[in-house]
């Protein structure tokens, strides 16, 4: 009985959210006559791309049982890094391959420092974090590198096979595949056991540092892609792009229900974070609510969010 | 003789959950100075029934009376308040301070604003010498061992006066010589007129300790009598309702080889010198202290511990283990005692756990990510060993946390005999499960011996490790002081060994 009340509450849980999610839609589309447009819409999904690669990426940590703070500024240094190899070879080929290669080198440093240093996640990646940043800031000298080449910008932005942005396209891609890895594969089964209980996955094999380290290149090769993509959106590479994305990737995570301490989530539960943040940040610009504003609102609804979802699950949940 | 009034009483208590009738008209109660055993298989009642005297619960129907007034206990500091005392089998001090702290936890004199350290550790000594403890305050209680911290447990209840202690299989973690000094405990508390309601699953104890008994099945009450009036047989058939094998039959299979032999493993002090060998078909049960390095030994086999010195064997071929990985490669696989912390992930399903040691088996695919499973593989072999080892769970999809004990033992028993292990070292392979989930994890232990499995049993439970093994092993120290053939073998000639070494005295008096 009490396997069938969990079930039925995980469902309602989630409907919960999807509710949630469906309510401010609903909301948006009634306070604004801009939000239920066909371009709103595509510009809706272009601006969550970003954010919903990188809370894929996310997940997968946090359900490892760790943490990354590193992701915005890494995000910025990578799409420098990107633009700069576009500028000077021109090849979108080796632009992919550069902020991909990029992204899973400091998932590689983050993921042997973490492992092998035993220093926790939180630390190491708020080093990267800080040391990203300021790389970006240095390498520019403060100044957005423009991304002139056409073919990028059709390749990851401009493109609307079906009508629908390429990038989305790109994003649901992904998380069918991720979400493949993430159910299906021994390496996702794995994740799981090692956040769930680390002591015990060791003990039944299973390889707990090189799974943990892995989980760090393949999110950072996650976030070299969501880089990629940021820059063909907004036309330019800038130190100062992607602030505060850690945070919203991690609040996407958490209010999708995936526990913090790890073993327990999904990238559907992910998803449903990522709309209602997605929405939450379009309807308010419609709505030409102050930026400043914004932010209270939205940390406001993030932890209306999670309180409501733990006193649905009940207590010791 | 005049019946005296209890100090509390459960009237025909009633309680449902959804789907599940926990406890159907269930009455019981404490006398003064009395040590009341409430005995019942796992998922009988007694949980649930312990629960609504600490106020946790509310009964659906029933009252509780306390020194014969009615009362409603609002929920567990209410009841504490009114001198119920609960004490956990997962202990709940705070490794971080120490034993003084640890007692007057939540009630530390104020000076001022601040605590009255001085106050503090004289009241905590108070209270210690009153049970006649000899704990030394100031000591940091992750520096005790677990006999120790029970006491530091006890002394916390005791500051409060309480009226009624409850115990939930107190020494389940405790060796043979740390119960003593806990039954000693008992017997200073029954004096001073405190009721103790003691819930055990071990005959020994329980026998021993019980001035009456009340037995649970099915959340009913089956009996409550005299424990004199009963006898160790009767008792277990009116817990199960069916009759329960108490002993294994010995020695079916014959014994072959040498499968794993140690020579001269030494591991940080806690391991020194020992030679071992495990024979396919033999069950070596391995007794000692609790500090004695078992636990250390059997980590050192399955790869879990890195050693000084020694030397592995399997087949006569030397082996090194990096990894458990490297163990469990070679046919080794290790049942930990602690299963929630290092069996199971609990919160992943029977499913899940039952397959976590041989993912690469079901790998379907070896491309990326360490393959794609085969999920109906998968699915298969998890039926064929929950029906195998008569896992209980409304289905392989649940999540293990919500197991009884016994049928999570059996999961993380299946996750390592689906493998087809060479060697299976178990960890005390029947703690804190009941007595018909044990009956049948001892036939199962025999039967994978009979197959040819070497098998290692560390057990604190001497009855067990007598009457499962073929050979026993005692280990002091970190050495091993002796070993004798089970047939034959006696208590009191394995605990002489478990005490072999000079330098190994009681560190509670």
Redesign the interface.
């Known amino acids: 009985?009490?396997?069938?009340?969990?079930n039925e509450r995980r469902i309602s849980n989630e409907y919960g959210i999807l509710g949630a999610v469906v309510a401010l839609f609903i909301f948006f589309s009634l306070a604004s006559p801009f939000f239920f447009d066909a371009n709103n819409l595509v510009n809706l999904g272009r601006q969550t791309v970003l954010l919903g690669v990188t809370a894929f990426a996310m997940t997968f940590i946090i359900l490892s049982g760790e943490i990354d703070l590193s992701v915005g500024s890494v995000v910025s240094l990578i799409s420098i890094i990107v633009a700069m190899t576009l500028r000077d070879t021109g090849s979108i080929i080796g632009a992919l391959a550069v902020g991909l290669g990029a992204g899973a080198l400091i998932g590689v440093i983050n993921g042997l420092v973490t492992v092998k240093g035993h220093v926790p996640s939180f630390i190491t990646t708020l080093g990267i974090f800080s040391a990203a940043r300021g790389i970006s800031l240095a390498v520019t000298n403060s100044v957005a590198i423009p991304i002139l080449n056409e073919d990028y910008l059709l390749v990851f932005q401009d493109a609307r096979p079906l009508g629908i942005a390429v990038s989305v396209i790109y994003a649901v891609v992904l998380f069918a595949a991720l979400h493949f890895?993430l159910t299906?594969?021994?390496?996702?089964?794995?994740i799981?056991?090692i956040g769930?209980?680390a002591?015990?996955?060791?003990?039944?094999?299973?390889?707990v540092d090189r799974i943990k380290i892995l989980v760090f290149v393949l999110a950072g090769t996650i976030i070299g892609f969501a880089a990629i993509l940021q820059i063909a959106r907004i036309g330019s590479a800038s130190p100062e792009v992607a602030r505060n994305l850690e945070l919203d990737a991690i609040a996407a995570v958490v209010l999708g229900g995936t526990?913090l301490t790890g073993?327990?989530g999904s990238l559907v539960r992910t998803i449903f974070g990522v709309l209602l943040i997605g929405i939450l940040n379009n309807g308010m610009n419609l709505l030409n609510i102050d930026s400043y504003f914004q932010f209270i609102i939205k940390g406001a609804i993030i932890i209306l969010a999670v309180l409501i979802d733990r006193w649905s699950r009940g207590r010791g949940a | 003789m005049s019946q005296p009034v209890p100090l509390v009483r459960l009237d025909h208590i009633s309680k449902a959950f959804p789907g599940v009738r926990a406890l159907d008209d269930v009455s019981f109660d404490v006398l003064p100075g009395e040590v009341h055993v409430l005995m019942g298989e796992n998922g009988a009642g007694k949980s649930t029934l312990m629960k609504i005297l600490s106020g946790a619960y509310q009964p659906d129907s029933g009252a509780i009376q306390i020194d014969g007034y009615a009362v409603r206990l609002s929920d567990p500091l209410d009841a504490n308040r009114r001198g119920i005392v609960m004490i956990y089998q997962e202990l709940t001090l705070l490794d971080n301070l120490d034993v003084g702290r640890n007692v007057m936890l939540g009630q530390e004199p104020g000076r001022g604003g601040g605590v009255d350290w001085r106050a503090l550790y004289a009241d905590a000594e108070r209270i210690l010498r009153d049970l006649d403890l000899t704990l030394d305050v100031r000591a940091p209680v992750a520096e005790l061992n677990m006999a120790e911290r029970q006491m530091v447990e006890i002394a916390r209840a005791a500051r409060r006066d309480p009226r009624v202690i409850v115990m939930d299989e107190p020494t389940s973690s405790l060796t043979q010589s740390e119960e003593e000094t806990l039954f000693a405990l008992i017997a200073r508390l029954k004096g001073r007129g405190v009721g103790i309601i003691y819930i055990s699953h071990r005959m020994d104890e329980v026998f021993r300790l019980a001035d009456r008994i009340t037995v649970l099945r099915d959340g009913k009450h089956v009996t409550t009598l005299p424990a004199s009036e009963l006898t160790r047989a009767e008792l277990i058939a009116l817990m199960v309702g069916r009759e329960v094998e108490s002993s294994v039959p010995r020695g079916v299979g014959a014994i072959g080889q040498i499968v794993l032999a140690a020579r001269g493993l030494s591991a940080g002090g806690r391991v020194r010198d020992v030679d071992l060998d495990l024979r396919a078909g033999e069950i070596v049960g391995l007794a000692g202290l609790i500090g004695a390095g078992r636990t250390e030994v059997a980590e050192v086999l399955f790869g879990a511990r890195s050693t000084d010195m020694g030397e592995l064997r399997i087949d006569g071929q030397p082996v090194v283990f990096q990894s458990p990985y490297d163990a469990i490669q070679r046919g080794i696989a290790y049942v930990p005692d602690d299963r929630k912390g290092q069996g199971l992930v609990l919160m992943q399903s029977v499913q899940t756990n039952v397959t976590l040691a041989a993912l690469e088996r079901f790998v379907r695919t070896p491309l990326l990510m360490g393959g794609v499973l085969n999920g109906r593989a998968i699915r298969e072999l998890v039926e064929v060993w929950t029906a195998r080892l008569n896992i209980r769970a409304a289905s392989p999809k649940v999540n293990v946390e919500l197991l009884s004990g016994g049928n999570q033992q059996k999961v993380v028993l299946a996750k390592w005999l689906s493998r087809n292990p060479r060697v299976l070292i178990l960890n005390e392979p029947t703690r804190g499960i009941d007595v018909g989930a044990k009956a049948e994890v001892h036939a199962l232990i025999r039967d994978i011996a009979s197959q040819g499995v070497a098998v290692l049993m560390i057990s604190s439970e001497l009855p067990e490790v007598l009457s499962v093994s073929d050979r026993i092993v005692v280990m002091a120290a970190g050495r091993i002081t002796g070993e004798m053939p089970a047939r034959g073998a006696t208590e009191r000639a394995v605990l002489a060994l478990a005490f072999g070494d000079t330098n190994m005295t009681e560190r509670v008096s």
């Open positions: 009985m009490t396997a069938n009340r969990m890895v299906r594969t021994r390496f996702g089964t794995s799981y056991a769930g209980n002591m015990a996955a060791r003990l039944s094999g299973i390889p526990s073993g327990r």
